[in-house]
């Protein structure tokens, strides 16, 4: 089982979680961003096992803004 994986977040955003289930707070974009995005974070924690949480979880509760740019999606949110 991967470390990280590629999930649907909602209206065609994707993102990644760990295998807590927790979402990554660093990233948001494309069905195929978030594979990529996934499959970087499992090649790194397999080459250096000590650092596994590189990115950290949000547990945040609030309004998050999403902004489609021309480098993709931008989330702004309010605490």
């Known amino acids: 089982m991967s470390l990280y994986q590629a999930k649907h977040?909602?209206?065609g955003r994707?993102?990644?979680i760990d295998q807590t289930g927790q979402w990554l707070e660093d990233f948001l974009g494309s069905k195929e961003q978030a594979i990529e995005h996934a499959?970087?974070?499992?090649?790194q924690s397999f080459e250096s096992p000590h650092q596994i949480n590189?990115?950290?979880p949000s547990n945040?509760?609030?309004l998050q803004h999403f902004i489609l740019?021309?480098?993709g999606w931008?989330?702004?949110g309010e605490q």
């Not at 499959?39 to 090649?43: D, H, I, P, R």
């Open 9 to 11: 977040k909602a209206r």
């Open 14 to 16: 994707y993102g990644v």
């Open 39 to 43: 499959l970087q974070l499992n090649q």
């Open 54 to 56: 590189k990115a950290t």
């Open 60 to 62: 945040k509760i609030g």
């Open 69 to 71: 740019t021309e480098q």
């Open 74 to 76: 931008l989330v702004k």
